[in-house]
């Protein structure tokens, strides 16, 4: 293959919702990367392609992602993280970087796609996409998202009331990423615009603890997780 960096989508975690494109590049990678998050040591993308790997033949690095919120910090990390990637890849080696659901949809990867294209535009970028977490939520929740002219957004619940309020007002579907830290909010604005039975909230969709509340009242503290989302769907409430 040609030396470059191959971002996988791999979908949202069942390893079955991987593509056939997404699993053969990474069976034939020099090098994996999976992006892990400084406050666990887990990755649901590494966990997800492990059996694809082949661990005698194949480089597995675990890059860290910090989720700091000092700016400077993180962006260190993300420039250590590409220039680890583009000596990799200008060595002649293949590397493909695995991500959860898409590479372009809130991705990790976006950070390092970022820095290669001004930092080291010498290295080629390949993009093979994956099903997101929406898509296989709304499978779960058996919640169809748009039709004909149906409008759909998708935005991240940190929390923008006016933002939040307007969207729900101009969109047939919504869907809320991120929303486990701001939930009580979300709840409290959904209720004051009748859309509560239109909402369903659906968590580690393929992943161990997979569940989907039709009734987001009956969501307890306990219930959140980073992984999940709410999708509000104005069909679903009018059924
Ligand atoms: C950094 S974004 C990554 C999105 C990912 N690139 C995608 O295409 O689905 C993380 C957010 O995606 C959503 N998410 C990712 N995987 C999920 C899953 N298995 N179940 C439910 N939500 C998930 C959650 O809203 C989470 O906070």
Redesign the pocket.
């Known amino acids: 293959m040609n030396p470059r960096l191959i971002a996988v ?1 791999v979908g ?2 069942d390893p079955e919702l991987i593509t056939l494109k997404g699993a053969r590049l990474i069976g034939e990678a020099d090098v994996v990367v999976c992006p892990i998050g400084d406050r666990s040591d887990s990755s649901v993308a590494a966990t997800i392609v492990d059996g694809l790997i082949d661990p005698a033949r194949q480089q597995v690095i675990r890059q860290v992602y910090p989720m700091r919120k000092d700016p400077a910090e993180m962006e260190a990390s993300w420039q250590a993280s590409a220039a680890e990637v583009a000596a990799l890849v200008q060595s002649g080696k293949t590397v493909a970087f695995v ?5 372009f ?4 990867f976006l950070y390092l796609y970022r820095i290669l294209g001004e930092s080291y535009p010498d290295v080629a970028v390949q993009v093979v996409p ?1 099903i ?3 898509n ?2 709304a499978a779960a929740a058996d919640c169809p998202l748009g039709l004909a002219s149906d409008r759909i957004a998708i935005l991240p619940a940190t929390f923008e009331e006016e933002g939040l309020r307007q969207t729900l007002a101009d969109f047939d579907t919504v869907i809320l ?4 830290r701001v939930f009580g909010k979300v709840r409290s604005l959904l209720a004051e615009l009748g859309l509560v039975k239109g909402a369903v909230y ?6 161990e603890g997979e569940a989907v509340f039709n009734d987001i009242d009956a969501v307890a503290e306990e219930d959140l997780d ?4 709410v999708i509000i769907s104005k069909a679903r409430a009018e059924l």
């Open positions: 989508g949202p975690g991500t959860i659901g898409d590479p949809l809130y991705s990790t994956g997101s977490s929406i296989a939520a990423m991120k929303v486990h659906v968590r580690r969709v393929g992943l980073y992984l999940s989302l």
